[in-house]
């Protein structure tokens, strides 16, 4: 077979795959939720079924832009999840975490100029939250991977992964405590979860960005959250719990991390915008910020 038609049924494999494994884990985490909460919950595979009934319904779009937005953002982490190595192994050869955050940014980007795009109001101020908390995690985020750049002299996320194929020791959740602790917080926030769920918010501004999506946009907007749950499980394992040999094991990392996410989500109150940037500048900064002088100074 023609090299180029291989990499293309790879990636095609790869963007449906980083998809399912998303929905799987949103339907987990509706699950595992409602446990925690007492109560029965959803069935786990019902996130695939939510997206089925969402393309088979109705579309509203209001212009060109809102069309652009939602495919450049959906676009856009797809491709972020063409570098993101899974079980040591990544199909572009070249992992880099620094093309990984450009196109994760351009990701939410494109999902603001979207909805932004609807005119709706609770829309834009859903959008405007979002963006307001970038500012909050990314820093942080950008001051942890600024400390294994120095370490390793390299942006390889495969160069990350290998290191810490010595067994559980030489994970970097030891080498990197403080910077572990200031990403798990900054994921909390990436993904949306409370306290940080300022941008949904269904109980003040009708769920924000998604208030204006329905029908195939609506489960766009699905695909997007479960591909970015894939990138940012999967960026987190290879950051910090040693990667992978195999693929369950992987996936069973990965699920780990969304797992303390959400068990957080279950019984965190949402703070207000302006305490949630604050908080996440004041714990997640001050964890990133002596991590990285740590790593500057002593090594």
């Given amino acids: 077979m023609n090299a180029y038609a291989l990499l293309g049924i790879k990636l095609i494999g790869v963007s449906f795959g980083s998809m399912a494994v998303g929905l799987l884990f949103m339907g987990l985490g509706r699950k595992v939720t409602a446990r925690i909460q007492r109560r029965m919950g959803p069935p786990f595979y ?9 393309f088979t319904k109705t579309s509203i779009t209001h212009n060109f ?20 190595p899974f079980a040591n ?27 932004s795009a609807s005119g709706n109001p609770n829309a834009t ?17 950008v001051m942890v991977i600024m400390a294994m750049l120095i370490t390793y002299n390299s942006s390889d996320l ?12 030489s994970w970097h959740i030891w080498k990197y405590p403080l910077g ?3 990403v798990e917080i900054a994921f909390q926030a990436m993904v949306g979860e409370a306290p940080y769920d300022h941008m949904i918010a269904p109980a003040e501004i009708a769920s924000g960005p998604m208030v204006e999506l329905s029908g195939k946009y609506l489960g766009i907007g699905f695909l997007l959250h479960a591909v970015q749950l894939y990138v940012e499980t999967g960026l ?19 699920f780990a991390v969304y797992f303390t996410t959400l068990s957080i989500n279950a019984v965190m ?10 908080h996440l500048w004041i714990w997640a900064g001050s964890f990133g910020l002596l991590q990285l002088i740590y790593t500057r100074i002593w090594g």
Avoid: H
């Avoid at 019902?46 to 969402?54: A, E, P, R």
């Avoid at 676009?75 to 999840?81: Q, R, V």
């Avoid at 495969?158 to 020791?169: E, K, P």
């Avoid at 949402?270 to 949630?276: D, L, M, S, T």
């Fill in 65 to 84: 832009v809102m069309d652009l937005g939602i495919i450049m953002a959906l676009g856009g982490l797809i491709a972020t999840a063409f570098f993101i």
């Fill in 125 to 141: 101020i859903g959008i405007s939250r979002a963006l307001a908390l970038m500012m909050g995690y990314e820093i942080p985020f």
């Fill in 89 to 115: 192994f990544s199909i572009l050869g070249s992992s880099s975490v620094v093309i990984v955050l450009y196109l994760m940014s351009i990701g939410y980007l494109g999902m603001a100029m979207g909805v």
């Fill in 158 to 169: 495969l160069t990350y992964a290998v290191a810490q194929s010595n067994g559980i020791g």
């Fill in 269 to 278: 109150a949402r703070y207000r915008i302006e305490q949630g940037i604050r």
């Fill in 46 to 54: 019902q996130s695939f079924i939510d997206v089925i009934k969402c």
């Fill in 180 to 182: 572990f602790i200031a």
């Fill in 236 to 254: 987190i394992v290879n950051l910090f719990l040693g990667g992978a040999s195999s693929w369950y094991v992987m996936l069973v990392k990965m």
